[in-house]
């Protein structure tokens, strides 16, 4: 199995900033996407940033939120920056893992953490 755990929500005023982190770890052989969703309360849950050969962002976070992957660890890091209100979410990891090198690639989401942006 394959389980992915995230880090660093937190509670920051608008204008601030934040890291996020989450590490994928157990049975993988290869990973293409690693991905970031949050879904507000009373929404469905929404892309925010995508990495596989390059990066992919939702136009509601593009100029202040930078995705970055170390494939060496099997870890996806979300900076973001210039928090507004309605960023407010839980921050849900993902990754796109092949366990057994045949090519079947199954999606695996970590627990989410919570960011809350004051105004």
């Known amino acids: 199995q394959v389980q992915l755990v995230e880090s660093g929500g937190g509670l920051v005023q608008a204008g601030g900033s934040l890291r996020l982190s989450c590490a994928a770890s157990?049975?993988?052989?290869?990973?293409?996407?690693m991905n970031w969703y949050r879904q507000a309360q009373g929404q469905q849950r929404a892309l925010v940033a995508s990495?596989?050969?390059?990066?992919n962002y939702a136009d509601s976070v593009k100029g202040r939120f930078t995705i970055e992957r170390d494939n060496s660890k099997n870890t996806v890091a979300l900076q973001m920056n210039s928090l507004k209100p309605e960023d407010t979410a839980v921050y849900y990891c993902?990754?796109?893992?092949?366990?057994?090198?045949?090519?079947?690639?199954?999606?695996?989401w970590g627990q989410g953490t919570q960011v809350t942006v004051s105004s």
């Open positions: 990495v596989s050969d390059s990066a």
């Open positions: 993902s990754a796109d893992v092949d366990t057994l090198g045949y090519g079947n690639y199954r999606v695996y």
């Open positions: 157990g049975s993988i052989f290869k990973i293409d996407a």
